[in-house]
């Protein structure tokens, strides 16, 4: 029965090749969508830990409450003693302490008059210390375009776009206008080191980054910092450990009833990105379950299309004695065996896309001229080892679901009915 079975496969293209290639389609789609989605939010992620989130952040708790405003006059003061309580109990996690700050960013001309001017948005971390790893955390190197890395305090970075609009040239002056922790006027001269470009709009639009302690100097915060972020080891967000290390400093050092105690948050408790790791973990259900309902719609059609045209095939075996649930069950087995051959095409198919675009990606930097998101203008698929079987899961279920239903008619065939089939 089984040689029967491929043979009838084989040679009648109508029952095999559309089915095949629907359900290639769908496993396709099912691989490439999934595996891109996944690289989309996994950037997502990625580039909110590196440039804004950490793993975990910590900060006072008037300061937590407007973050949103950069409240630098509510910033954690002693970090270096807190940092090396948090290196001694953390020691499997990577410290860094930052300070975020506003202002205007004047090039004076050869006489010291304003030349060019603009809104920035600063970042000072710790680009020198013995202990620091933050510039391979924000990929400093690879996202330099002219000049070098800063190596003097008073020295800054400046994204590259930001610096063309303003005509700023290495080796210059540029003045940060700003208030200090204390609320008085801050100017302070750094010196243009290089320019960077991250491939993150947000970043790219107008970020200068200064070393640490040449910030606390300029906006008068010795032994200071807005906040102070928190990675693991192995770079890898791990959404439950980091809520209960947060949860563990928390009852160790913050109090409710002391605004400028220490606070700390994870990554999932920032900027609603809770909800996108919730969509992240349910992507590839919610696409699966979609062209499993699609695909077995279809299948379904072409189910009741073959049993029409295989009445006459189907009412011989009946005459000739085979039980009906046999030929339902062998209708079954033959669906199986699409499913098997088209999710294996189509797996193939949808890998071989999504690993050219894990390498390559898709530029959608247009679309985010004005996006205050941190994603990367360049989306990667990323390839997971759920990516080599999810497209068998809408390929079998669909495939077999849309046989079952199209193949109830057997059950409803009459006997009465063959002999006058047969006679045409």
Known sequence: MMAFLLKGLARDRSRSLFPVLMVSAGAFLTVFLYSWMYG???????????????????????????????PNDLALLGIDRL???????????????????????????EQGQTRAQGP????????????????????????LVRGRLPKQENEVLI??????RLGVNIGETATLLGSTMNGSM???NFTVAGTVRFGVAAMDRGTIIADIRG???????????????????????ADEAMLKLAEKFNNNFSRLDDE???????????????????LADKVGGIIVGIFILAMSIVLWNSGLMNSLRRYGEIGVRLAMGEPRGSVYRWMIFESIIIGIVGSILGTLLGLAIAYYLQFTGIDV????????????????????????????????????????????????????????????
């Open 215 to 237: 910030v606390q100097y300029a906006l008068d915060m010795q032994d200071g910092a807005g906040e102070i972020v928190g990675y693991t080891e192995n770079m890898l967000y």
């Open 186 to 188: 801050a100017m302070y």
């Open 260 to 278: 400028f105690s220490p606070i700390m948050v994870s990554l999932s408790q920032q900027n609603g990105l809770a909800e996108y790791l919730g």
């Open 365 to 424: 930097g247009n679309f985010l001229q004005k996006s205050t998101v941190l994603i990367s203008n360049v989306i990667r698929a990323r390839v997971t080892g759920w990516s080599y079987i999810i497209g068998f899961i809408p390929g079998l279920v669909a495939s077999v679901a849309g046989t079952m239903f199209a193949g109830i008619g057997v059950y409803r065939r009459q006997t009465s009915q063959l002999f006058k089939e047969l006679e045409v």
């Open 159 to 164: 994204s590259d776009e930001f610096a063309e």
């Open 120 to 143: 920035i948005m600063g970042l000072g971390v710790d680009l020198f210390g013995p202990l620091s790893r933050e510039v391979e955390t924000l990929n400093l190197q690879h996202a």
């Open 40 to 70: 989309a939010m996994g950037d997502l992620v990625s580039s909110n830990a590196r440039f804004d989130t950490g793993h975990v952040k910590i900060m006072t708790r008037a300061y937590e409450e407007l973050a949103d405003q950069i």
């Open 83 to 109: 940092l090396e309580q948090l290196r001694k109990q953390e020691a499997g996690m990577i410290w860094a302490p930052r300070i975020r700050f506003g202002g205007l960013l004047d090039i004076p001309d």
